[in-house]
């Protein structure tokens, strides 16, 4: 089955800095890759995603790449501010009504003030 | 649009008992997600659920079980609690089954202690 893991798994940048988060993946069959963002009581909520027929996608501050002969994909927060300190998580899918999203084990992003 | 509601958000009970969750999708959505989220292993999933049948299955034993009802309500129950069953229980919504396929909206989870 797939298997994604996450470094670091803790992270901590100033505030105004960039933030990297990397992941990668095991299963070459993964075409999906959502990221998701969990603060403190709460589910996780997805903040980007791209599909494997592109190598980036951005949305304002954020951006994903993908380098799917690598199998790794990662998530640039450009401008830093203490509200994006939380818990992001990458996962990874195929399309299919029978797949399954197959989570990283989160990585915890402090920004200091 | 309302978002996935959970109930309860906490829940202690002993070892030995067992738990009924609640998990109520967006309205619209057919598909319904459970994961199990832990410290030491991130999100696992647990299943799946679309039109009250079970379409996927993680790699849990059999005393965790689902259901989903005619209005896409779903409710997983752990029977036989033990101590490593402490986790946070997010339920996740999707308008159709597969976790490649679209967007999945989760839950606050429910809290389970078990002592």
């Known amino acids: 089955g797939e298997n994604v893991e996450q470094h670091p798994s803790t992270l901590s940048v100033q505030e105004g800095d960039s933030a990297v988060i990397k992941c990668t993946y095991s299963d070459s069959a993964s075409n999906y890759f959502p990221w998701y963002k969990q603060e403190l009581g709460k589910g996780p909520q997805l903040i980007i995603d791209?599909?494997?027929?592109?190598g980036e996608k951005k949305d304002q501050r954020i951006a994903v790449t993908l380098n799917k002969t690598a199998k790794h994909f990662s998530l640039h927060i450009t401008e830093t501010q203490p509200e994006d300190s939380a818990v992001y998580f990458c996962?990874?899918?195929?399309?299919?009504?029978?797949?399954?999203?197959?989570f990283g084990k989160g990585i915890t992003l402090s920004v200091r003030p | 649009k309302a978002g996935v509601t959970q109930t309860p958000r906490y829940l202690i009970k002993t070892r030995g008992q067992q738990v009924t969750l609640s998990c109520s999708p967006i309205s619209g959505h057919r598909s319904v997600s459970w994961y199990q989220q832990t410290p030491g292993q991130g999100l696992q999933f647990l299943f799946e659920y679309f039109s009250e049948t079970q379409r996927n299955k993680g790699n849990f034993p059999g005393r965790f079980s689902g259901r989903q009802f005619s209005n896409s309500r779903s409710e997983m129950n752990v029977s036989t609690l033990e101590l490593g069953d402490s986790a946070l229980y997010l339920c996740?919504?999707?308008?159709?089954?597969?976790?490649?396929?679209?967007?999945?909206?989760f839950g606050p989870g429910t809290r389970l202690l078990v002592l």
């Open positions: 791209i599909r494997s027929n592109v």
């Open positions: 996740a919504s999707s308008l159709i089954p597969g976790g490649g396929e679209e967007t999945q909206y």
């Open positions: 996962a990874a899918s195929y399309t299919g009504a029978n797949s399954k999203l197959t």
